[in-house]
């Protein structure tokens, strides 16, 4: 199919420690669609790390193949997967990973230093993707002078800077309270409705609601894979959870 | 990205840590300006032989009389003028290699001027003198053949005589009186310097031989044409021990020596001794340069255990640059640059403080120091080269970290 984004064929991924091998993927078939909301789901050590790993071009496979967008990839070098890193993947992480002592701005720039990419036009696009989630006052804050929502918003930002095709995001709500995480599981459903394809690995059950699409691990293979029955609009549970006083300024635009 | 870019990434991270950089730098700093202050004691100490050299009048070799054994009784150097005026004019006549030959006789006097007096050493020479020891009047004229054809009472004067006795006035045409002689000034004499040994050079009167001999210094009774020593200019620096050899040999000759005595006169090839001098001079640079050297490599090694501390540190950072696109070689050059970074920054304070320590050293020790523009060049490149050889390995260190091993690290 055309609009097939990822397309894994038993992918198998196995790790030494020491003398003893691992075996954390099993030949996992999976195909995506573009503009997709999948969560991918499971206990620690059931493969679903590994699998995100895979799919963010972060590691290769040990059998099996992964086209992402059309291109086979698992047996790229490691500078071939850095390029499609940067040029097709927005990665969003539970700790935020934003470099300390350095403004949002220029965190979101990051990946196009990386690109080849003018100084005036990184500075342009950071400063529509900032205002895009909605921190356009926050520009030259560090991330210490940040909310913890905020700083996740500069690293979304950061992931959507150089228009990927996937956002991968690992536990994104996993260092936030419970509004802010229906805030940027709200952000995740906007970029999503604008078409963007977005995975995110959780074992929160609540979080996996707001996707369309549930992949279940166990034991290094995928044990379920099912249409979200019980999908839930993040924009209109925000509207009837109370305000929280800190949190006020951070409304979504 | 570009190297600007990159150095401008450096800056910021070197900046986070402001202290340890600093002190990371130091050693840089430190082994800089040691390899700049110590080359330039050590040029100094080189040139100082050089102008020694030169003042001494290129290819000279002194001929000095010698000892004499007289009934098994060996008298010390000097005690008798073996040398003759004909023994220097043999030289000339009968070596090739010889340019000059200039017989002395050196006494010492008092020299008196008005109210004014002084102690001075009293040489009397021949022309063939200005020649040997390269020496020039700054005014009025040297002495001539007829000087000393005439006995004439005619007198040079050193710098330092000059000084003693007509301060700033100009003292060509003024009569001076040495051993109740009057003496007319023909000429001020150019400045000479110390010898190696520390003697004024320029502390001197210099008169016609014949006059010295008439009226100052005073002829051997034996001989009335014995002189103290001979100044001998070789033709070429390479021919000067052939030179000696054959002097020797004449000599040998013409005082019709056994080969069971001893040489009554000595050969002193200054230019020798000053040489052997420099060389020792010139090892001493490369000495001061080595263990200054040594103290850069300290240096590098403080920059390597830094930039190790830092890659550590910094492991997320990297795991983060990785996954959002940035090639190993991105990250070495990274760590690379702000290793170099460090050391050039170390380089251009040390060469500062280097230069510094030297106009100190110059200053309050008046230890004669040359900087050398290539000391400054090659310590700042050897600054570079320390930054990208100790900034290598922890750069090549963070290249080679796994994204995903290094997202994780806490």
Redesign the interface.
């Known amino acids: 199919m055309a609009d097939l984004l990822i397309e894994t064929d038993r992918l198998v991924k196995d790790y030494h420690l020491g003398t003893r091998r691992v075996h954390a993927l099993r030949g996992v078939s999976v195909s995506v669609h573009a503009g997709e909301f999948l969560a991918v789901m499971g206990p620690s050590g059931s493969g679903k790390s590994t699998f995100m790993?895979l799919l963010?071009c972060?590691?290769t496979p040990t059998a099996g193949r992964y086209r992402l967008d059309g291109v086979d990839v698992s047996a790229m070098k490691?500078?071939e997967l850095?390029?499609i890193?940067?040029?097709k993947i927005g990665?969003v992480?539970q700790t935020f990973?934003l470099?300390a002592?350095?403004t949002a701005l220029e965190n979101v720039e990051?990946?196009l230093?990386?690109?080849?990419t003018a100084?005036r036009d990184r500075r342009d696009r950071a400063h529509a993707k900032l205002a895009a989630v909605g921190l356009s006052e926050r520009e030259h804050h560090h991330p210490a002078q940040l909310s913890g929502g905020q700083q996740q918003r500069v690293a979304i930002a950061?992931a959507l800077i150089?228009e990927p095709v996937l956002i991968l995001a690992d536990e994104p709500t996993g260092a936030l309270d419970t509004r802010t995480s229906v805030e940027i599981m709200a952000l995740f459903q906007d970029l999503n409705r604008d078409g963007i394809t977005v995975v995110v690995v959780t074992h929160e059950p609540d979080v996996a609601r707001y996707a369309g699409r549930v992949l279940s691990f166990r034991d290094g293979l995928v044990t379920k894979d099912e249409p979200q029955t019980d999908l839930v609009d993040a924009r209109r549970l925000l509207a009837t959870l109370p305000h929280d006083y800190e949190q006020d300024e951070e409304e979504t635009p | 990205m570009t190297l600007w870019a990159t150095t401008r990434i450096a800056i910021r991270a070197l900046r986070v840590n402001k202290l340890r950089s600093a002190l990371t730098m130091l050693g840089i700093v430190i082994g800089v300006g040691a390899v700049i202050t110590m080359v330039a004691v050590g040029a100094g100490a080189q040139a100082r032989v050089a102008e020694q050299i030169q003042s001494l009048g290129s290819n000279m070799i002194v001929v000095l009389s010698g000892s004499v054994t007289s009934g098994g009784v060996r008298l010390g150097s000097g005690s008798q003028q073996t040398l003759t005026e004909d023994d220097a004019w043999a030289i000339q006549r009968e070596i090739p290699l010889v340019e000059a030959a200039a017989p002395t006789v050196r006494g010492g006097s008092q020299v008196v001027y008005g109210n004014m007096n002084w102690g001075t050493s009293i040489q009397g020479v021949t022309p063939e003198y200005f020649g040997a020891r390269d020496w020039q009047v700054i005014s009025g004229r040297l002495l001539t053949q007829e000087d000393v054809d005439g006995a004439t009472k005619s007198a040079l004067l050193g710098q330092t005589v000059t000084f003693n006795l007509f301060a700033d006035s100009d003292p060509v045409g003024q009569v001076i009186r040495i051993k109740n002689v009057p003496f007319t000034v023909v000429g001020v004499l150019d400045r000479k310097g110390q010898t190696t040994y520390g003697q004024d050079q320029d502390d001197t009167v210099i008169i016609p031989l014949s006059t010295a001999k008439k009226k100052v210094i005073g002829a051997s009774q034996a001989n009335a044409k014995a002189v103290g020593s001979i100044s001998v200019k070789v033709r070429e620096a390479r021919f000067m021990s052939a030179a000696e050899d054959e002097i020797r040999g004449l000599l040998r000759q013409r005082h019709r020596l056994q080969t069971y005595q001893d040489d009554d006169f000595w050969i002193r090839n200054l230019a020798e001794v000053l040489e052997s001098q420099e060389a020792s001079s010139r090892v001493l640079t490369i000495l001061l340069a080595a263990i200054a050297s040594v103290s850069l490599l300290v240096g590098g090694i403080g920059i390597m255990n830094i930039m190790l501390v830092s890659v550590t540190e910094r492991t997320r950072e990297i795991g983060l640059r990785m996954a959002v696109g940035a090639r190993g070689r991105d990250i070495l050059t990274q760590f690379l640059v702000e290793a170099v970074t460090l050391s050039l920054i170390g380089g251009v304070i040390g060469i500062g403080l280097g230069l510094l320590g030297t106009y100190a050293i110059a200053h309050f020790a008046e230890w004669r120091t040359l900087v050398d523009p290539r000391s400054i060049v090659v310590a700042f490149a050897f600054a570079a080269a320390v930054g990208i050889f100790f900034g290598f390995y922890p750069a090549r260190k963070a290249a080679g970290l796994d994204p995903i091993e290094a997202l994780r690290y806490e």
Request: proline content about 8%.
């Open positions: 790993n963010g972060l590691d490691p500078d850095a390029h890193r940067n040029q990665f992480f990973n470099l002592r350095t990051l990946p230093l990386y690109s080849q100084a950061r150089n």
